[in-house]
């Protein structure tokens, strides 16, 4: 199994920063994908941003050039660097990863309020 631990969040105005981070332990070394998601009050769960083992990264459109995705293999982190946010990203967020297998792990959320 996978343990993820996410930090960083919290309130911060429009056009603000914040950098949200999820620590992975367990069998980290089974997992070939990282990302995070989000989800705002009454909204299904929304994929933000996600990064392979190759380094490869997506990301949603409303995100783009805003948001960037990066890991730390040693640390077994992955970060999610929000800049220039917006009222429209208030949600909650949750990192996640994905085993070779297909099982999904995820975070328990933290909380990301934009106020404007």
């Known amino acids: 199994q996978v343990q993820l631990v996410e930090s960083g969040g919290g309130l911060v105005q429009a056009g603000g920063s914040l950098r949200l981070s999820c620590a992975a332990s367990?069998?980290?070394?089974?997992?070939?994908?990282m990302g995070w998601s989000r989800q705002a009050p009454g909204q299904e769960r929304d994929d933000v941003a996600g990064?392979?083992?190759?380094?490869?990264?997506n990301y949603a459109d409303s995100v783009k050039g805003r948001f960037t995705i990066s890991r730390d293999n040693a640390k077994d982190t992955w970060y999610l660097q929000m800049n220039n946010l917006k009222p429209e990203d208030t949600a909650v967020y949750y990192c996640?990863?994905?085993?070779?297998?297909?099982?999904?792990?995820w975070g328990q959320g933290t909380q990301v309020t934009v106020s404007s």
């Open positions: 990064i392979n083992l190759s380094g490869i990264t």
């Open positions: 996640k990863c994905v085993q070779y297998g297909g099982t999904t792990h």
């Open positions: 367990g069998r980290t070394f089974t997992t070939y994908f």
